[in-house]
């Protein structure tokens, strides 16, 4: 197998993706294995790791491409070590978690599906989380925090912030 170009991550990386294919690529429908597998050793899917994988199994880019577009588990930018994401789902929209997305993106200069420069954080969407009864909800990993107001935002992130220092 051909290696990686220089965006392909390190060479931990790179003999652990390359185990994964050659331990699956046998099995019939491996791909999605594959996928997850990846996805897991890098933290997202770019380029260069699908058209790795595609090499790998003698499947076409495009082939590679419309599952890891087709099914939204997968990434296509990598994620924050601080992975938020905030509920739009009815309940949270309607007490205005628009508000309070808007204030994340506002505090961390990065839009939804962004992560920052220094990979401390990203910012997603979901749809609902379960906790409709706390609504507008946020969660950041798999910390839950609810009743939010814009207000309440930085210093729940400023809280990460100073963790990391």
């Not at 392909?8 to 099995?27: D, N, Y």
């Not at 082939?63 to 997968?74: D, K």
């Not at 505090?107 to 749809?127: A, H, M, P, Q, V």
Request: charged share 25%; glycine share 10%; net charge negative.
């Amino acid at each position: 197998m051909e290696h990686c170009e220089a965006k392909c991550g390190t060479a931990e990386q790179e003999k652990a993706l390359e185990a994964v294919i050659e331990a699956s690529r046998s099995t019939p429908g491996c791909l999605m294995h594959i996928l997850q597998e990846a996805q897991g050793i890098y933290g997202y899917l770019p380029m260069a790791v699908q058209k790795k994988i595609a090499e790998g199994l003698g499947k076409s880019l495009s082939e590679v491409y419309g599952v890891v577009t087709f099914y939204s588990q997968f990434s296509l930018k990598p994620k924050g070590k601080n992975r938020i994401s905030v509920c739009l789902g009815t309940a949270c929209y309607v007490k205005g978690s628009d508000k309070v997305l808007e204030e994340v993106e506002k505090e961390l200069g990065i839009k939804c599906g962004e992560c920052t420069e220094d990979g401390l954080f990203s910012i997603d969407s979901c749809r609902c989380v379960g906790a409709c009864g706390l609504a507008p909800v946020m969660m950041i990993g798999d910390e839950v925090y609810g009743r939010l107001t814009p207000d309440k935002v930085k210093g729940i992130l400023d809280s990460y912030k100073e963790a990391t220092k």
